[in-house]
């Protein structure tokens, strides 16, 4: 990792030794958050689709078609809030906040114990 | 930020802050918010293994064959998206208080917990095989 103390016309080495001129360290912090940016876009991803998965496999088991759909529309309108949450935090270029991160492992933890709950009472 | 430089141009009555308090570079915040990431899609991709190895997998010979795999890599996957947090935070403590990281035993768990199902999966399917 370079200087944290760098100035104007500061010559970096990034990567893989690809020599750069940087006028303004907010350059290298702009590069920093896009690659944090996309680590969460990422996540919340993999989140997403592996709590579909579970869903398919979860839902039957509510029975009632109704309650499915609420289920469904719940789930999507919490995915919608976070995302917008965390798009509003990204603007203001907020450092992370400790409930965003306690938030993201809890839901890890509830697909987990989902998960573990699906794989002991039913296997196909 | 750190630069040194700018220390001369600051008043000769600032008072100094103390060291807990002073502001450090917010790509390390990054980084330890990159790599408790990375830990959640690893804890993910268990839990998705565990599950896809319990639900798809054709069955074992061996009665619950399929859940000695399974099962461990989803506690795995629990197991380890509550340490990222507790890793993310004491990373967090310790670049505050400009103390050294603390050490991590989470890639030692990962790495111990798949080597031991993968050789259960190994002997499950070597010696029992699939049932059909």
Redo the contacts between chains.
């Keep these: 990792?370079s200087d944290?103390?760098?100035?104007d016309d500061d010559l970096i080495l990034v990567g893989d030794a690809d020599l750069i001129l940087v006028g303004d360290?907010d350059l290298?912090?702009d590069g920093?958050?896009e690659?944090?940016e996309f680590?969460?876009v990422?996540?919340g991803l993999?989140?997403a689709v592996?709590g579909l998965?579970?869903l398919k496999?979860l839902l039957p088991l509510v029975g009632h078609r109704v309650a499915q759909g609420f289920i469904i529309i719940g789930l999507g309108l919490a995915f919608a809030a976070i995302g917008v949450a965390f798009e509003r935090h990204r603007r203001h270029r907020e450092?992370?906040s400790?409930s965003a991160?306690?938030l993201?492992?809890l839901a890890?933890?509830v697909?987990?114990?989902a998960?573990?709950v699906?794989?002991?009472v039913?296997?196909? | 930020m750190g630069d040194a430089g700018s220390d001369d141009d600051a008043p000769d009555d600032a008072p100094e802050p103390p060291p807990i308090d002073r502001e450090i570079d917010p790509r390390l915040h990054y980084a330890n918010e990159r790599t408790f990431l990375a830990w959640i899609r690893t804890s993910l991709a268990l839990i998705t293994a565990g599950l896809v190895v319990t639900q798809l997998l054709p069955a074992f010979k061996v009665a619950g064959g399929r859940r000695i795999v399974g099962l461990p890599l989803i506690v795995l996957g629990i197991i380890l998206a509550v340490q990222a947090y507790r890793q993310w935070e004491a990373n967090e403590h310790a670049m505050r208080g400009r103390r050294p990281l603390p050490r991590s035993w989470l890639p030692v768990v990962l790495a111990v917990g798949v080597a031991l199902v993968a050789v259960a999966a190994l002997i499950l399917g070597a010696v029992a095989g699939v049932g059909r």
């Design positions: 990792m944290p103390g760098v100035g360290a290298i912090l920093d958050l690659r944090t680590a969460w990422r996540s993999a989140l592996i998965l579970l496999r450092l992370p400790r991160l306690k993201v492992s890890t933890v697909i987990g114990v998960a573990l699906l794989a002991v039913s296997t196909a």
